[in-house]
């Protein structure tokens, strides 16, 4: 159930990526998404690509601890990548 719901909020976002939220700081990159599925609030993150105006899909979670995790997971990513 909460997959096909996943699916359906991501064809909306790939219809127009810039209705999501686009967070600031640390996360300045990242947009966010806010869905229910469930009775629950859930988050999916992810990047814009300007270059092929793709859309990168990051995570997907519920409000708790979100953005911390989120955070902590691209530090790493761009860590790795160095």
């Known amino acids: 159930m909460v997959r096909q719901i996943l699916d ?5 976002i790939l219809e127009d990526p810039r209705q999501g939220e ?5 996360l300045q990159d990242v947009w966010v ?3 229910r599925a469930q009775n629950d609030q859930y988050l999916l993150a992810y990047l814009i690509s300007e270059k092929d105006t793709s859309v990168i899909f990051l995570d997907i979670g519920q409000h708790e601890n979100f953005y911390r995790d989120l955070e902590r997971h691209l530090k790493t990513r761009v860590e790795d990548a160095s």
Request: hydrophobic letters at 25%.
């Open 8 to 12: 359906e909020e991501q064809k909306k």
């Open 22 to 26: 686009r967070k600031r700081g640390a």
């Open 33 to 35: 998404w806010k869905f």
